[in-house]
């Protein structure tokens, strides 16, 4: 845990040249976002989503997507540069941490990166009154959930990977889709059968799901359990790829 | 066993490759050690064997007395390593360099900058602690990787060619601390292209080639076992030296056709100069000079060294 705990520290040292910047734009962006599709797009959507206005019905999908985003964003081109470019991940290896330390801080860096910009968020959204519940603040929680489900399978595939055109190619055929088809700006019931089942494999969709029943105060029943579960399975799943992954390039 | 490092038939392979090819090395607490040899020779392999970040394919490997396969942390906590390629983070600055890298050997954060600062002074780039790595030029940070592969006192220093690519004044400067470390009592192990570098500062070294190593000794040892005391470098006015050869034989010990000049083996240089010149044969230039590891290497691999 401990070594771990200073490959993070490393991490936010670098953090600390651009965290002005980074904070600052996690401010705007949800501004901008709420203004343009909440209040501009929300004036067409008359009579709300699922009986909710359309602005606090998107908000959380938005909130989820973006965890995802930021979750995908730190475990890209960093992870890549890590590898091949700064090489920090060699320097790391010749000192004494382990190949699950220096995954576990890089890690658990990217989910403070996460989890900062969710409050972000989340602040902006209780001003604009996009609120509905105190439960809201299982948000945090559930982005930290959703990030690693994201973040542990995307660093196992930038491991795999010597140049950034697959990054690319993930954002391109994986991210975007992955975005449009997950119940961020409409509900998936409208999407026809076949899309509908990428929501369900894909992690986004549940994220979005059980940030959208806490920010609505909406009792998710008990398919809240199994939507947290398969979040976490996910992770798992991707820590163990993302560990053999970065051993095969570390230790050779 | 006081051997720092112990390795016995010591084997690399990268997917069928050999790239070490059955090694026995032993390095004394106190010594500095050099590996000498050729562009893939197998060098930086075997120094990242030793610094336990590449799992050895066959052999017996012991490194402070343990085994790499399973106490690699435990063995990295007493190293330091400065490997072949800088690695440094050029967005931080020099001293953040120092004390990121402290943390991971669990030094505490005020430790970390005292020590930081002690070692920036050791290496001269104190001036620079502030700045950022990325516009330090090469022999900066050089040393400054130098100065992060001593940040946790460690027992043996592994240093993967610490001053190629470095120009002169800057490559003396870290002779100069290098050999103040191995006057403190560290234990160091170098690679080298360097000729003059393995006799600047090596007690003890192995001339590695194709994986093996092919002579092993002091450079004064080896040097007297494999080259004689003195060497003539004769330069003939034509493309094709080779033709002199047979005009020079007798002469010492043995003779060394180059593409651009031709070395003689002798006792005494001058002797066999004024020889040549009596045999009427009127090299362009002609130098003797004391014989160095350079010839051993030739003499026991056919090859010059190139960078
Ligand atoms: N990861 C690897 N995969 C495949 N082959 C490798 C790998 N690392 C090294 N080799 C090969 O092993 C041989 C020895 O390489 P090594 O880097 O140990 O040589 P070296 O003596 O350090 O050379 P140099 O003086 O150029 O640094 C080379 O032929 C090299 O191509
Ligand atoms: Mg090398």
Known sequence: MTPSLQVMEYHLVNYRRTWRASVLSSLVLPLLTMLGFGVGVGAYVTGGVEGVDYLPWMVPGLIASTAVQGAIGESTWPVLSSFEWVKTYFAQSAAPLRVADILGGHLAFMLFRVLTSVMAFLLVAALFGALRSPWALAVLPIALLLALAVAAPVAAYTASVSTDMYLAILIRFAVLPMSLFSGVFFPIESLPEVLRWVAFVLPLWHGVDLCRAATLGIDPGPGAVWQALYLVAWGVAGWFLAHWRYRGRLVI | ?307
């Open chain 2, 1 to 307: 066993m006081n051997s720092l490092i112990h390795a016995r038939g010591l084997i690399k392979r990268f997917e069928g490759f050999t790239a070490v090819d059955g090694i026995d090395v032993d390095v004394r607490a106190g010594e500095a050690f050099g590996f000498l040899g050729p562009n893939g020779a197998g060098k930086s392999s075997t120094m990242r064997m030793i610094g336990c970040v590449s799992p050895p394919t066959d052999g017996v490997l012991r490194i402070l007395g343990m085994d790499p396969r399973r106490d690699g942390p435990r063995i990295r906590a007493r190293l330091g390593v400065c490997p072949q390629l800088d690695n440094l983070d050029p967005e931080l600055t020099v001293r953040e360099n120092l004390t990121t890298y402290a943390r991971f050997f669990g030094i505490p954060r005020r430790v970390a900058r005292a020590r930081a600062d002690e070692l920036l002074d050791f290496v001269q780039l104190s001036e620079r602690a502030d700045s950022r790595v990325e516009p330090l030029s090469g022999g900066m940070k050089r040393r400054l990787t130098i100065a992060r592969a001593l940040v946790n006192e460690p027992d043996l220093v592994l240093l993967d060619e610490p001053t190629t690519g470095l120009d002169p004044q800057a490559r003396h400067l870290v002779w100069e601390r290098l050999f103040r470390l191995k006057q403190q009592g560290v234990t160091l192990v170098l690679t080298t292209h360097y000729m003059d570098e393995a006799e600047q500062l090596c007690d003890r070294l192995v001339v590695m080639d194709g994986g093996r190593i092919v002579a092993e000794g002091s450079p004064r040892a080896l040097i007297e076992t494999h080259s004689t005391r003195e060497v003539v470098e004769l330069r003939f006015p034509t493309d094709d030296q080779s033709g002199y050869a047979d005009k020079l034989a007798g002469i010492g010990d043995r003779a060394e056709v180059l593409p651009d000049r031709i070395l003689l083996y002798v006792g005494d240089g001058d002797d066999a100069l004024a020889e040549v010149h009596r045999r009427s044969l009127s090299p362009a230039s002609a130098l003797v000079r004391r014989s160095s590891l350079e010839d051993v290497f030739l003499h026991l691999t056919g090859r010059t060294l190139v960078d």
